[in-house]
């Protein structure tokens, strides 16, 4: 059974910092590709960042400079560093893997919440 549970999440002033974690099971980690999405209330989920088994990175162009995705393998966990957050960066943060070799597949989390206040 593939899991994706989220931590890290919760309620943070404007300039603050969190750190963000999705550790994984059932799936093959190490040839997964991890990313993070965030849906806000009443709008669409949106790509926050992803980085791929050989650790690339690509992020959104609303959150670079600022957050900053990495794995650790040995661990089976992904991790999103977030800093300067802003008011906007309020919303439910989700895991994401997505496996490109045969058999595909892709898996969420549950979502954990971040809120940014002013």
């Known amino acids: 059974q593939v899991q994706l549970v989220e931590s890290g999440g919760g309620l943070v002033q404007s300039g603050g910092s969190l750190t963000l974690s999705c550790a994984a099971s059932?799936?093959?980690?190490?040839?997964?590709?991890m990313g993070w999405y965030r849906q806000a209330p009443g709008k669409e989920r949106e790509l926050v960042a992803t980085i791929t088994p050989g650790s690339t990175t690509a992020y959104a162009d609303f959150v670079k400079g600022r957050f900053t995705i990495h794995r650790d393998d040995a661990k089976n966990t992904a991790y999103l560093e977030m800093s300067n957050l802003k008011p906007d960066d309020t919303a439910v943060y989700y895991c994401?893997?997505?496996?490109?070799?045969?058999?595909?597949?892709?898996?969420w989390g549950q979502g954990t919440l971040v809120t940014v206040s002013e």
């Open positions: 059932g799936i093959f980690f190490s040839i997964t590709t």
């Open positions: 994401n893997s997505r496996r490109e070799s045969f058999p595909q597949s892709t898996h």
